[in-house]
């Protein structure tokens, strides 16, 4: 089941991809969007986080701090953060807890089994989710509008 708009989000440690920890809670104060994605180098999710980082004028703005979130090892996400020149850190749900804590584990995609689903969490400075968007296709992109419009 995944996490409910209005509902408190789920607190995490995870580790960014210069192998350092990062918690949710501590981000209070902040609004948050946390863009789950099932595969770095895949080409839906390399154009969605280049979105995302060409957005960041934007979400600036609404003083928002973005992660992408993945199954992927750390040493995978700077790669690839690296590659995309991508602006924002990258998180590596190594072990697959938070992709169960946010209701967004993917039992199989085309045989990859446990990845993320790809979706779309806003988090507002009171840690309070403001929106969710879980998409079933992996070919899909989010709803980058809704996103902006819940910052606003």
Known sequence: ????????????TLT???REPVTLSQ?????????FFPAAFSGVCAKEMCTFR??????????AQVFGI???TFFTLKAFQD????????????NKTVIRDYGVFNEDMIGLKGIAKRATFVID????????EVLEDAR????YAAVFKALA
């Open 54 to 63: 060409d957005s960041m004028g934007q979400l600036g703005k609404a003083n």
């Open 70 to 72: 993945s199954v992927d």
């Open 16 to 18: 960014n991809q210069d």
């Open 125 to 132: 400075k009171d840690g309070i989710v403001r929106h969710a």
């Open 27 to 35: 981000l209070k104060g902040k609004p948050v969007v946390l863009a």
């Open 1 to 12: 089941m995944s996490v409910v708009v209005g509902s408190p989000a789920p607190d995490f």
């Open 140 to 143: 899909n992109e989010p709803d």
């Open 83 to 94: 590659q995309q020149k991508l602006t924002f850190p990258l998180l590596s749900d190594f």
